[in-house]
């Protein structure tokens, strides 16, 4: 259980990704939970809500393009402040741009 985990993104890594035909070295932002690393994939596996900074880094993209994605509803949000963003309305975002 990740109960603990406060979502810090610590750094990146560099793992490799197989493909069609080759493999290739990509470069992921990694989340430390304790002496655990875990991925962007994790994150959104292990965590419900979402701040808009874990969704920038998850999406690599800016933070005002994140909040841009709100403000358009292509990213579903918590009507509290602060705003929260749900971690599978960013899995459907990405799979539909074919990510996932």
């Known amino acids: 259980?990740?109960?603990?985990?406060?979502g810090?993104?610590?750094k990146e890594r560099w793992i490799l990704m197989p493909s069609k035909n080759k493999i290739t070295l990509k470069k992921i932002p990694v989340f430390e939970c304790g002496n655990q690393a875990i991925t962007d994939m994790g994150i959104l596996e292990a965590k419900i809500l979402l701040r808009p900074d874990e969704v920038a880094a998850i999406l690599r993209v800016s933070l005002s393009q994140v909040y841009m994605k709100i403000e358009q509803g292509?990213?579903?949000?918590?009507?509290?402040k602060p705003?929260?963003?749900k971690s599978l309305s960013v899995k459907n975002y990405l799979f539909k741009q074919g990510a996932i």
């Open 74 to 80: 292509d990213l579903e949000v918590t009507k509290n």
């Open 1 to 6: 259980m990740l109960g603990g985990m406060g």
């Open 83 to 85: 705003k929260r963003i």
């Open 8 to 10: 810090i993104l610590d």
